[in-house]
């Protein structure tokens, strides 16, 4: 598909002329949710699904299109990123994409590393600066912001499961993290802190509460502050280490924790293939000796509130499960999964697991392989939390098994970078961001094939996700949200510690894919529904109207109809119009000047383009 003006013209000229009329436009195709047949993947889904390369290849190309443009020459090398991926493209003979214009960039960047779209000023001062670094600018500008600390803390809530199972601690767990990226601490000593983290209360110490989430419900009510049963002390322990495995180290074990990976895994992960259940209990004796103590306080138990500390007496190979199969015995000595070495004489448990988890090579590599995906469009191995460790090293990789990786040099440099950053967070996104790899177009000026998503010869386009469009929605009617934070007012989605409140938002988010944070957060399909609530839900509708201090009135009692319809685009599509574009805008002002201004703020919402980030 090829998306060229005269379409973008037609269709806001549709969206114009429909709403109106009080209609909605008609919906754009979905796309289908690709799903394995296989009945082993009901159990082990997102092993058996579709590369998320193919995915945002074609959501891409779907979206852009190979457009007729300028051959792109020889790009820029600015880091070690640069000379990995275009090196690659320069063997293989691989044609990549232009660099992005500058208007390109400064919506992609802002979004990615802020969550939010820019505002007017900011574009006409960036395509007004004739500084040769201002690219590297702004990304600091971004990277040192109040917006980034906020999105990041959103996204780690999310990636934490932060909801009500913490109690008040939600909030506390929150400020931490902001703390933690304002301050640019360590990753290491971040994630050290929530494994070995005791506490008399989760709702005093910060890091203790993603280990009070994690919890597993033994029973509805104890009987006093000494009761163990409400908690179900050795699932919650298996919960935690299939937890950190998966969000610090990118791997997936909870197929081992109810069987052998011999017989089951072969076909999809060789490295769990070779791993035993009983090698996971020793990975959770590591935390056999955490107690889970509902808190106490005048003789009734306090919801979400937890003592955690290391009374128990360790972990039971044999004892009873409520969520897997039953524990047969087997090895309860700690041992680390991916190395087989046990805690040091005198060390904690939880400690040595800690430390472990932190100094081995994958926290590293997995955390280096999470973010390029979070700005990349998909991971240097996909799933990014899914490493099969047997097919990482191109020289040993086993007969009839491709690579995983698809730049495994570049992804243990990155990791080696990160390491030597002191685990800076900052560090490894401006590296990624600075670099050409991520600056290339996403509008390919050739054919393009399948075969070159791999080489992420384009950048490749990202649905915006719940938190995020509603609040570029804010942000381009100048109308922000009534959310209470603590005792403080604020008006975006991704300033709060978990999903917002009121009906209609709740109806709009979760359509929008936003993580109920019961499971862990996951790309939606798209669905008929988006097209839907872009053009039907108050979050929209009630934000496009000329009312008090509205974008849209502010702007009509300003200036005139011309100067109206290019704040508006820039405003809203952070770019001015184009020729076709401004006419259909400017007609529909000269008819009605006030319903033709707010017909065209809510048909630039409800455009593809606003939808998407690329």
Request: proline content about 6%; glycine content about 8%; overall charge negative.
């Amino acid at each position: 598909m090829k998306r060229s003006g005269s379409v973008l013209v037609c269709t806001l000229l549709a969206a114009i002329t429909l709403a109106a009329q009080g209609q909605a436009p008609p919906p754009r195709a979905a796309q289908p949710e690709v799903l394995s047949p296989e009945k082993f993947s009901e159990t082990h889904g997102s092993l058996f699904d579709r590369p998320k390369s193919n995915e945002a290849a074609e959501l891409t190309e779907q979206l852009l299109g190979s457009e007729p443009g300028a051959e792109p020459g020889r790009i820029e090398r600015r880091n070690y990123i640069d000379e990995h991926i275009f090196g690659k493209m320069e063997r293989d003979g691989i044609p990549h994409a232009a660099p992005s214009s500058d208007l390109e960039f400064l919506r992609r960047v802002t979004l990615d590393l802020t969550g939010r779209i820019p505002g007017r000023v900011e574009v006409r001062e960036f395509l007004a600066d004739n500084d040769s670094a201002k690219r590297d600018k702004l990304i600091d500008r971004l990277i040192d912001s109040e917006a980034f600390v906020e999105k990041w803390a959103y996204h780690f809530m999310d990636l934490f499961r932060a909801n009500g199972k913490m109690g008040r601690g939600q909030n506390l767990l929150h400020y931490w993290m902001k703390q933690n990226l304002r301050a640019d601490r360590p990753y290491d000593e971040v994630a050290y802190d929530i494994i070995a983290a005791s506490a008399k209360s989760n709702h005093v110490v910060a890091a203790s509460n993603v280990i009070a989430r994690e919890h597993i419900q033994g029973a509805p009510q104890p009987t006093d502050g000494d009761d163990l049963s409400m908690v179900h002390q050795l699932d919650t322990d298996d919960e935690l280490v299939i937890h950190y495995a998966k969000v610090f180290m990118g791997l997936n074990i909870s197929c081992i924790s109810c069987h052998d990976g011999r017989g089951h895994l072969e076909k999809v992960n060789l490295w769990l293939s070779t791993k035993t259940r009983t090698e996971f209990f020793q990975l959770a004796s590591f935390l056999g000796r955490s107690r889970y103590l509902m808190y106490w306080e005048d003789g009734k138990p306090q919801s979400g509130e937890f003592l955690i500390d290391d009374g128990n007496p360790g972990y039971d190979t044999e004892g009873h499960s409520m969520v897997r199969v039953a524990r047969l015995g087997g090895s309860k000595e700690p041992a680390f999964l991916l190395t087989g070495e046990p805690a040091r004489p005198g060390e904690e448990p939880r400690e040595a697991l800690a430390r472990m988890l932190t100094a081995h090579p994958q926290f590293a590599i997995g955390t280096a392989n999470r973010f390029w995906a979070q700005l990349m469009g998909f991971g240097i191995v996909e799933p990014f939390d899914e490493f099969d460790l047997l097919r990482q090293d191109p020289d040993h990789v086993p007969e009839g098994w491709p690579v995983q990786a698809s730049h495994p040099e570049l992804l243990s440099e990155l990791a080696r970078d990160f390491r030597d950053s002191h685990y800076s967070i900052k560090h490894l996104m401006r590296t990624i961001a600075q670099s050409s790899a991520y600056q290339l177009s996403a509008r390919f000026q050739d054919e393009w094939k399948e075969s070159y998503a791999n080489y992420f010869a384009r950048k490749f386009a990202r649905r915006l996700s719940a938190e995020e469009l509603h609040d570029a929605i804010t942000l381009a009617t100048d109308r922000p949200g009534d959310f209470r934070f603590g005792d403080d007012k604020v008006g975006m989605a991704m300033q709060l510690s978990g999903p917002p409140g009121g009906r209609d938002v709740r109806t709009f988010l979760r359509t929008f894919g936003q993580s109920d944070r019961n499971t862990p957060p996951t790309d939606v399909p798209g669905s008929l529904l988006h097209p839907l609530a872009l053009m039907q839900s108050p979050v929209v509708t009630d934000r496009v109207l000329a009312k008090e201090d509205s974008r849209v009135k502010n702007l009509l009692d300003s200036y005139d109809n011309d100067r109206v319809v290019d704040e508006m685009f820039l405003g809203t599509l952070s770019r001015p119009p184009s020729g076709e574009e401004k006419e259909v805008a400017l007609a529909a002002l000269t008819t009605d000047r006030v319903a033709g201004a707010e017909n065209l703020q809510w048909a630039l919402i409800n455009s593809v383009e606003f939808f998407f980030n690329y």
